[in-house]
């Protein structure tokens, strides 16, 4: 009877170191697993006092790239709007007011003489830089887009084609395309950006240069594709040169921003606005107020980000600003 009830003893007490090693397996288990998945989100003080959460994982197009975001350029459907030609209007100075290149008024409109525009003369004025190609026999997408540098899937989209088959003798736009002698005249027809025509969107204090930094959110050295300019919340934002405004909207990173076009393969972005106040197409001048400064997006206080690209890569904004 003794020897029995030892046994039993014996196995119960291994049952229990059994059981307990088991548990204190699966919560080794679960504890790893809960750490896999789960997000750390430190909390950042902004310069304005008030504290917002950060998200450690974030893919930033503003501190790690040089390229312009891919969504802001993305294909568009041509779309045109009118202008009447008014007295002293030369083309150059009538495809700057809508951010376009001079061989772009010249070939939608198929003007003969650029010096003797005719006054009250109605122009079609399309929503994107390109040229007119009358389709040859044996041409595709491809090779158009290979002639011109430009993309087959941006001329499909443009002109709102169904597929790839193109007809002879039919007009296509080729999106970003120039009139092969422009460059030879470049007085007369193509309007460029000098180092005094960038005016500055807002008066502030600059508190981020374009270049490598330490990002604030990260701690990791990063590349910086514009300036930070500290400013009140609701101070005034005006374009930097006239343009048309090619999209608005709200970024994860930028928060509320503008883009604007303008000629010779410019575009200009104005980030972190409290609220933008324009519309895509609209034309503007560099006293147009397109927004006013906020704390929207990936921001660390009231600040206008602003960049500048040159043909789709980030410049130096302070090598263009007077």
């Given at each position: 009877m003794l020897v029995v009830f030892r046994k039993f003893a014996l196995t119960n007490a291994a049952l229990k170191v059994l059981s307990a090693a088991l548990i204190f397996l699966l919560s080794i288990l679960l504890l790893?697993?809960?750490?896999?998945?789960?997000?750390?989100?430190?909390?950042?003080?902004?310069?304005g006092g008030r504290e917002s959460a950060v998200t450690v994982?974030?893919?930033?197009?503003?501190?790690?790239?040089?390229s312009e975001p891919e969504e802001f350029t993305q294909p568009r459907m041509l779309l045109f709007s009118s202008y009447t030609v008014q007295q002293g209007d030369v083309t150059g100075e009538i495809a700057k007011k809508f951010g376009l290149s001079a061989s772009t008024v010249i070939s939608v409109n198929n003007i003969k003489n650029t010096r003797a525009l005719q006054i009250g003369k109605v122009l079609r004025v399309p929503n994107q830089?390109?040229?007119?190609?009358?389709?040859?026999?044996?041409?595709?997408?491809?090779?158009?887009?290979?002639?011109?540098?430009?993309d087959s899937g941006k001329i499909q989209v443009a002109n709102e084609l169904f597929s790839d088959k193109i007809n002879p003798n039919t007009s296509l736009f080729v999106p970003g395309a120039i009139i092969p002698w422009e460059d030879e005249q470049p007085q007369q027809l193509?309007?460029?950006?000098?180092?005094?025509l960038l005016t500055w969107p807002i008066r502030g204090r600059l508190t981020s240069y374009y270049g490598y930094r330490r990002s604030p959110f990260t701690g990791g050295r990063s590349f910086h594709d514009?300036?930070?300019?500290?400013?009140?919340?609701?101070?005034?934002?005006?374009a930097a040169l006239a343009g048309r405004v090619q999209s608005v909207g709200y970024d994860n990173v930028y928060g509320n921003f503008v883009i604007i076009s303008h000629a010779s393969g410019?575009?200009?972005?104005?980030?972190?606005?409290?609220?933008?106040?324009?519309?895509?197409?609209?034309?503007?001048?560099?006293?147009?107020?397109?927004g006013y400064v906020g704390n929207t997006g990936q921001s660390t206080g009231a600040h206008l980000h602003f960049t500048v690209y040159k043909n789709g890569s980030s410049v130096n904004p302070r090598s263009l600003l007077r």
């Open positions: 790893a697993g809960q750490g896999k998945s789960a997000k750390v989100t430190p909390v950042e003080e902004s310069m994982e974030i893919a930033s197009l503003e501190t790690e790239g040089l830089d390109g040229v007119f190609y009358t389709v040859k026999r044996g041409d595709t997408l491809s090779s158009i887009a290979a002639k011109y540098k430009s193509q309007p460029r950006i000098a180092g005094d514009g300036l930070d300019i500290a400013a009140p919340t609701g101070t005034p934002i005006k410019y575009r200009t972005l104005y980030g972190h606005m409290d609220s933008y106040d324009t519309r895509p197409g609209a034309s503007v001048t560099a006293d147009t107020v397109i």
